[in-house]
Nanobody, 124 residues
Framework: QLQLVESGGGLVQPGGSLRLSCAAS????????IGWFRQAPGKGREGVSC????????NYADSVKGRFTMSRDNAKKMVYLQMDSLKPEGTAVYYC?????????????????WGQGTQVTVSS
């Protein structure tokens, strides 16, 4: 059974860092683009970043560009989101998602498989 499990969320002060992880099981990551999305209370789901199946292409929302870095290790079936210089508006539930895509990736909500999410709270 294809499954994605996020971890690494928590409470962090503004300006701090967190590293989110997304563990895949039940399938090989080699053919899947991965996206990170977030949903703040009372708001819709927002695309944060995505990475191509080979890891040679990444894309970021303007709001996180220069502060977030996405990476993947297909052999370990792991995807990561390094979040630096976090801001209070980054408070949200963060989800990883997967879709078959041989080249590139997309930041729109058109992924087939989703994790349960991990809470990130940025507050002093």
């Amino acid at each position: 059974q294809l499954q994605l499990v996020e971890s690494g969320g928590g409470l962090v002060q503004p300006g701090g860092s967190l590293r989110l992880s997304c563990a895949a099981s039940g399938f090989t990551l080699d053919y899947y683009a991965i996206g990170w999305f977030r949903q703040a209370p009372g708001k819709g789901r927002e695309g944060v970043s995505c990475i191509s199946s080979s890891g040679d292409f990444t894309n970021y929302a303007d709001s996180v560009k220069g502060r977030f870095t996405m990476s993947r290790d297909n052999a370990k079936k792991m995807v990561y989101l390094q979040m630096d210089s976090l801001k209070p508006e980054g408070t949200a539930v963060y989800y990883c998602a997967a879709r078959v895509m041989f080249r590139g990736c997309v930041l729109v909500d058109e992924y087939d498989y989703w994790g349960q999410g991990t809470q990130v709270t940025v507050s002093s």
